[in-house]
């Protein structure tokens, strides 16, 4: 290769270029509109997408987290205090296998003439066959109950949605990074004489 190639000798066409001429520039091209990209189109989709589902996953967090600081004052304020009756604890197992992690319990209760059988929510240690534990019941959701020691230590707080909201400061300052760089016009080619 010396100093420049030659192409488009056929189609009357010349364009030299030389080594130090950007890659870019190398492209010439040859007849009919320029191509859209399609690495460009599809990179744009795929940002797009991943903003959407990381605005849904936001959302259920907000949600979420709405929800579980209404349960706890809920059932506080209007929780119906059972005594449940453990039917059987099983042993969790930690993440490599060969530590335990607390025990999942579950026990019988009635609420106005319903029996429930039921986990028991935040019960880690384990109790034999026919221990009574004072618990309470979520009076919307009756089949949801909890130890009344862990309903006493839990609170309701404003410092859950944290997190979420700053998850969604950068949602949204990329989102704004994405839409400028969407309408942001493309660098053309220079035409080639």
């Known amino acids: 290769m010396d100093h420049g190639d030659t192409f488009g000798e056929r189609s009357g066409t010349r364009a030299t ?13 040859l007849r009919g509109p320029e191509v859209a990209s399609i690495e460009r189109q599809v990179w ?11 605005f849904a996953a936001l959302i259920v967090n907000v949600v979420s987290t709405a929800h579980d600081n209404s349960r706890i004052e809920r059932m506080k304020t209007h929780g119906i205090a059972v005594s449940v009756t453990v039917t059987r604890c099983i042993g969790n ?16 209760y009635s609420i106005a003439g319903i029996t429930y059988h039921e986990l028991i929510g935040s019960m880690t240690t384990f109790a034999a066959s026919g221990t009574k534990v004072n618990s309470v019941a979520d009076p919307s959701k009756p089949t ?13 707080s ?15 300052a990329l989102s704004m990074v994405f839409v400028r760089s969407t309408r942001r016009p493309r660098a053309k080619l220079p035409p080639t004489s």
């Open 93 to 108: 197992v930690g993440g490599s296998g060969s530590n335990g992690a607390g025990y999942r319990c579950h026990g019988d």
């Open 158 to 172: 404003s410092a859950a949605y944290v997190p979420a909201g700053l998850f969604a400061i950068v949602l949204v």
């Open 144 to 156: 949801t109950v909890i130890l009344a020691s862990a309903l006493e230590k839990s609170t309701a």
């Open 44 to 54: 744009h989709r795929f940002v797009a997408v991943a903003l959407a589902l990381s």
């Open 17 to 29: 270029l030389s080594p130090s001429t950007p890659p870019s520039d190398r492209v010439v091209s």
